[in-house]
């Protein structure tokens, strides 16, 4: 993902409709922040499995991308839980779940692209659509640098899926504000939330 001059939104961005296919059923912001920490409790969860995987499969590059994305999810529950608890102080988020199945990596990538593909396609923007209608611009904000993390996710799992037999060694970095991972040295800057490369988390 190219850093652009402004940070990309809802407003000045063209890439935030929903598919027409949407299987999303939206409720109110609420509803679809808790949602979303179920979702990413669940992405989060099954990335940590298929990164364990991958390192028992000889895939040691791809067993740091599944665990550098597993953490990015744990960001965007974070964002979540914190806006859920303005509306609910009493919420308790889900334990995540536990016996996960995996399978041989190619098809993991497949699995995480895909679920990353729904989100930033789909779920996210059906939820950013709902928080501005009710003018939740908080909701919108973790929404919006959820759904664009999502796709640079999926993108990364399809490129990995591409090379899976032509792997490099280069490192990934995770802007810890908003979930973006970056493979690579060659950036500044997050391209989403603009936070600095110095205080990304490399993997």
């Avoid at 501005?132 to 899926?161: C, I, N, P, S, W």
Wanted: hydrophobic letters at 35%; proline letters at 5%.
């Amino acid at each position: 993902m190219k850093a652009r001059a402004e940070m990309p939104s809802a407003a000045n961005a063209t890439n935030f409709n929903v598919v027409a296919d949407t299987k999303t059923e939206a409720g109110t912001t609420l509803d679809n922040l808790k949602a979303a920490v179920c979702g990413e409790t669940g992405a989060s969860a099954k990335y940590a499995a298929f990164s364990a995987a991958a390192e028992q499969q000889g895939y040691s590059q791809l067993a740091r991308l599944f665990k550098a994305t597993s953490a990015a999810e744990q960001i965007h529950i974070k964002l979540e839980t914190n806006e859920i608890k303005k509306k609910e102080p009493g919420y308790v988020a889900p334990e995540p779940p536990t016996g996960i199945e995996t399978h041989e990596t190619d098809v993991n990538l497949i699995s995480g692209a895909n679920g990353e593909i729904y989100e930033t396609s789909d779920m996210y923007p059906t939820f950013i659509k709902v928080a501005q209608e009710e003018g939740d611009k908080a909701a919108e904000l973790v929404f919006t640098r959820a759904k664009l993390a999502e796709a640079v996710h999926a993108e990364l799992y399809l490129d990995a899926y591409n090379n899976i037999d032509n792997p490099d060694d280069d490192s990934y970095y995770l802007c810890p504000i908003c979930g973006y991972i970056h493979k690579g040295d060659d950036f500044e800057k997050c391209p989403i939330c603009f936070a600095p490369k110095q205080i990304h988390q490399k993997f």
